[in-house]
């Protein structure tokens, strides 16, 4: 592969990964959200695993991309059951009214975000991974 593009996955990684973190945190009050904020995460490694190849991608990510789909279903479910448990309705949004920076006012809403963007990341890489692992064409 090219020097160019192992350089520029190495650098690009940590600031697609801040970026798709600042997605996620802004999502709740304004564009952006768990879903676009996985999105570009995963991307952020699917270019990594095209500079660096499989192996090295699965390295970095230290677990199975399903274990990100399931916490992110997790995150999803238990975010909806403060609502119930607090006001008897799945899924209703509580919230804390102590406004944090950058992000404001915490609430469900928000940790329901982090599902989806844990559960998006890891589908997606689920796909990227499997397809890699496929064997070419011209392989066979």
Known sequence: MSL?????????????ILFSL???????????????????????????????????????????????VVAGIAVAFFSGLVGLVTQGVFL???????????????????IFDIGVYLAVFGVTLTILLALMDEPS???E
């Open 92 to 110: 209703v949004g509580v919230w804390d009214n102590t406004p944090i920076p950058i992000i404001g006012k915490i609430g469900t809403p928000f």
């Open 22 to 68: 600042f997605l996620l945190m802004r999502g709740h009050n304004e564009p952006g959200g768990g879903f676009t904020g996985g999105l570009v995460a995963a991307s952020a490694i699917a270019l990594y695993a095209i500079a660096f190849g499989e192996g090295a991608t699965r390295r970095l990510l230290s677990t199975h991309p399903r274990n990100y």
């Open 137 to 139: 064409v011209n392989e």
């Open 4 to 16: 160019l593009l192992h350089i520029a996955a190495r650098y690009l990684l940590p600031v697609l």
